[in-house]
Structure formats: structure tokens, C-alpha cells
């Protein structure tokens, strides 16, 4: 097994346990605060990195910053709000469908291919989707996972926008707007419902600031050490220790529709990503192939 799957199944692992303690802590505190708090310590912990590294700020390409930074901050609030609402399970699974929504507007905005094989399957991802939002049931709880859903898609837009701005900012940059968007963004969010937070808040709320940087420093090291598409599927499975925690802290049993519509997405998921890599190979092997003509001319 190589490096990069090792580190990708570490960030896996790194981002289950945030979100046991994002679960854990939003029973006595507001969704909003718990992602405020996230964001701030981020926000202070990446600039600190960004000085130790000598990354500086640019001066163009603000707007789509900040443009990353909204998207990425209304989704951690939705995801936060959604992992506080529903079975650790569910919500996990709900988020891992933004890749879906990626390969949507990749093509729209970067203007990026999308083969036959990868439109067929896509209606397979939205059927999962349909049976972990339940909406026959007619209940709270789907509402709350459509929040869920809508995560999913922001953060798709999220990750669109890095791949936009990667070309052109530092990594650090990019979190660093993104964070900061976040703690700003949650403040008004958060205003009517603050509450001060105990002993035992703050140490998880300084823990989960820590270990999801830490995730995040795990998996851009495994996108160096490996295919980005490869490192995408290796991390599925993090829906396997989130709904151990959720079993093991909440008792949490995933119905029949979860394990279903969870087997649909992930199948999905890993079926559009091999088309991509196999379209991909294609387009270098036609450039390949068009450079020993290119070189006789």
C-alpha cells in the first residue's frame, strides 16, 4: 500500500473523530458557535503556518477568495448544523456526495469533459440520496438531511473554487480565506443563541480547531504522495469510523435506507471517479500521441 492511501485513511480517521466531538459538543452548544470556534482557532493556527512558511497574502484574485471562503463557510455551518440533527451515519454519507456535485460543476464552470458512462450513472448517486433523506417518512428528519444535501453541494462548490485558485495561491492562502470567511460568517449566525461554553466545551472546542487542521495537513500531503482520484476513493472510508463512533457513543444503528442509499453513493462515486481517470488517461495518451508527428514538422 503506498504512502498516499496510508495518509488518506489517516485523514479519514482524523476527520471521524472531529466529528464525534462536533456531535458531542452541539448537544449544549449552538451548530453556528461550534463552527465559529472552529474557524477561529483555524483561522490563528493557518496564519501562524502561513508566517512560519513565509507564505505571503496576494493582492489579485480577492473576489474568488472570498468568493471560496462564503461557500466554504456556509458549508461547514450546514454540515455542523446536519451532523447535530441526524445519525453520524447519515450525515457522513449525505457529505460524501459532493463529489457527484464536483464532477457537475466542474463541467459547467471549468468546462471540464464528462463521458457518457459517467451521465448514466449519476440519477444511481440522487436514488441513495432519496432513500438517506427519506422524504416519504414526512418528518424533521428530512428536512434536516436535505440540509445535509445541501452541504454536499456546497462544499462541491468549494472544491471547485480550489481547483480554480490552486493555479495561483499558496494552499495556506486558500484555508487561510476560507477559515476566516467562516469566523466571520458565523458571528451574526450565532448572536442570538451564544453560549458561554464550560470547561468541558472549551477543550473540545480547542480540540476539534486542532485535529481538523491536522486532518487537513493529512490529506494534502496524501494528494502529493498519491493520484487525487485514487486519494478520493480511500476516503470512503471514513463513513466506517463514523458510524463506529456513532454506534459505540450514541448507539447509533443505521437502517436498512442508510446502509442502501450509502451503498449507491459510494458505488457512484467510485464509478465516476475511474471514468475520469480513465478519461484522462485517454487525453495524455492522445497528446502523446500527437507529439512525435507535432516534432517532425
Given at each position: 500500500m503506498k504512502n498516499g492511501i496510508y495518509l488518506a485513511i489517516l485523514a479519514s480517521l482524523v476527520f471521524s473523530i472531529m466529528n464525534a466531538l462536533?456531535?458531542?459538543?452541539?448537544?449544549?452548544?449552538?451548530?453556528?458557535?461550534?463552527a465559529f470556534f472552529r474557524s477561529l482557532i483555524g483561522t490563528i493556527l493557518i496564519f501562524a503556518l502561513m508566517k512560519q512558511s513565509k507564505v505571503s497574502f496576494s493582492t489579485t484574485g480577492i473576489p474568488m477568495l472570498l468568493t471560496r471562503g462564503v461557500l466554504g463557510a456556509i458549508y461547514l455551518i450546514t454540515y455542523f448544523y446536519t451532523i447535530s440533527k441526524i445519525p453520524l451515519t447519515d450525515a457522513t454519507i449525505l457529505a460524501h456526495m459532493s463529489p457527484i456535485f464536483v464532477f457537475i460543476l466542474a463541467f459547467f464552470f471549468l468546462k471540464e469533459k464528462l463521458s457518457r458512462r459517467m451521465v448514466y450513472?449519476?440519477?444511481?448517486?440522487?436514488?441513495?440520496?432519496?432513500?438517506?433523506?427519506?422524504?416519504?417518512?414526512f418528518s424533521s428528519y428530512s428536512m434536516y438531511a436535505l440540509v445535509g444535501l445541501l452541504s454536499a453541494v456546497l462544499g462541491a462548490g468549494a472544491a471547485t473554487s480550489i481547483r480554480y485558485l490552486s493555479q495561483r495561491h499558496h494552499a495556506y492562502e486558500i484555508v487561510f480565506y476560507f477559515l476566516a470567511t467562516a469566523t466571520l460568517v458565523s458571528i451574526p449566525l450565532m448572536w442570538n443563541s451564544f453560549v458561554i461554553p464550560n470547561t468541558t466545551e472549551w477543550i473540545y472546542l480547542i480540540a476539534i480547531g486542532v485535529v481538523s487542521l491536522i486532518g487537513q495537513v493529512f490529506l494534502t500531503k496524501a494528494f502529493t504522495h498519491e493520484n487525487a482520484i485514487v486519494v478520493e476513493v480511500t476516503r470512503y472510508i471514513g463513513i466506517v469510523f463514523n458510524a463506529l463512533w456513532g454506534f459505540l457513543f450514541w448507539f447509533e444503528i443505521p437502517d436498512i435506507y442508510t446502509i442502501a442509499g450509502g451503498c449507491l453513493i459510494v458505488a457512484t462515486c467510485i464509478m465516476m471517479s475511474q471514468g475520469k481517470q480513465k478519461l484522462k488517461n485517454q487525453q495524455l495518451s492522445s497528446i502523446s500521441s500527437q507529439s512525435p508527428a507535432t516534432s517532425r514538422k
Open positions: 462536533v456531535k458531542a459538543v452541539s448537544f449544549t452548544l449552538p451548530p453556528t458557535e461550534v450513472i449519476m440519477p444511481i448517486a440522487f436514488i441513495g440520496a432519496l432513500l438517506l433523506v427519506k422524504p416519504f417518512q
